[in-house]
């Protein structure tokens, strides 16, 4: 089935389950789902999948199932994309490591071109600008890969032993990134020394003195502990914790209209729905934290240091890396941003 006919049928479909859902139950074959998270049990991908295999099981009244597989249960970060791409599991996350396997998907990881406004990056990402775009389509299909949704999980939130302002502080301190090529490059500009280190590592990798500082959303510093080992969290507003849901594409292109438009319908749900749950648990899980860590936020003008050192990257990295595809991506956010606002 042609993904541009589906992405059209999709919004009827799902418009017309809405109304008369056991009508349709019928076209759904008894099955289950296989889906891959970055993330363990409690995360906001936890909650986005699980939330995400309910809606699917109530749409389809009973016959679909969503197993979800939790870090950890699948292997490293890019087996769970290897897995996806090879239809070994149909649906995965995929976030910053996503940006060796898909290079254009690095948009998740520019710093600085975001909105303040933690509920305007969400519409831009999830709007069909952005999500129906046959640049991030193609991109993802021309690796067997399909785009489903975005999440936003909240700002990405810098962690270190000392209290770091200005990107002087940051020079030569090793920093844990994700495994991507602009990753590594945003972090050299501000003059650090980045590291790549697989997600279940980075706890004994920071106790151990390998790197003395990291980048996570605040929940993700709680739940995997890594706020013991480090004495400061430092909001630079510089990029919010991005993933994209996909599946396996030929495994999409073999859903039928009524399997496409649930999906459809469960995506839509959500783009509120785990908004809301992220800023709770970010906020939450702060408070959690403070009486073990000092959390720091930088001002504008502190901000604007970084952000000076960034804008060149765009294009001598990122359209560099990515060319035409990665341009319009980058210019429907910086659009859609400049336009939401
Ligand atoms: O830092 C990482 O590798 C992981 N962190 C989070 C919050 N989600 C997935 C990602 O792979």
Redesign the pocket.
């Known amino acids: 089935m042609d993904w541009k006919k589906t992405s059209q049928v999709s919004a009827a479909v799902a418009l017309a389950l809405g109304v008369q859902g056991n009508v349709l139950a019928q076209d759904f074959d008894s099955q289950t789902w296989r889906f891959g998270?970055?993330?363990i049990e409690g995360?906001?991908?936890y909650e986005w999948a699980t939330r995400f295999g309910d809606k699917i099981e109530d749409l389809s009244d009973g016959a679909i199932t969503v197993q979800v597989f939790p870090?950890g249960q699948l292997g490293g970060?890019t087996d769970i994309y290897e897995q996806v791409q090879d239809g070994d599991i149909q649906l995965g996350?995929g976030?910053?490591?996503l940006g060796g396997t898909v290079p254009e998907s690095q948009i998740m990881s520019l710093h600085f071109i975001w909105s303040d406004s933690e509920e305007v990056n969400n519409e831009v990402l999830n709007s069909d600008a952005f999500l129906k775009s046959d640049a991030l389509i193609d991109s993802y299909r021309d690796r067997n890969l399909h785009p489903i949704a975005m999440v936003p999980?909240g700002w990405?939130v810098l962690s270190a032993n000392e209290e770091k302002r200005t990107p002087a502080d940051w020079e030569d301190v090793r920093i844990?990134?994700?495994?991507n090529r602009l990753l590594n490059a945003q972090w050299e500009a501000y003059g650090a020394d980045p590291t790549a280190?697989?997600?279940g590592e980075?706890y004994s990798a920071l106790q151990l003195g390998i790197v003395d500082a990291?980048?996570?959303?605040v929940?993700?510093h709680q739940e995997?502990g890594f706020y013991e080992v480090q004495e400061y969290l430092i909001n630079a507003f510089h990029l919010p914790?991005l993933?994209g849901v996909m599946s396996n594409a030929d495994w999409y292109d073999g859903l039928s209209d009524a399997e496409i438009g649930i999906i459809e319908e469960a995506r839509l749900e959500l783009v509120d729905e785990v908004h809301q749950v992220q800023q709770e648990f970010n906020e939450g899980r702060l408070d959690d934290m403070l009486y073990d860590i000092e959390y720091v936020e930088l001002t504008p003008e502190e901000q604007n240091a970084f952000r000076e050192l960034q804008e060149p990257l765009r294009d001598t990295v990122y359209v560099d890396m990515t060319g035409e595809r990665g341009e319009q991506l980058m210019n429907i956010v910086l659009e859609g941003v400049e336009a939401a606002e």
Do not use: C, K, T
């Open positions: 998270l970055e993330e995360s906001v991908q870090y970060l996350f976030s910053g490591f999980e990405q844990r990134v994700m495994d280190i697989e997600y980075l990291a980048v996570q959303p929940f993700a995997m914790f993933a």
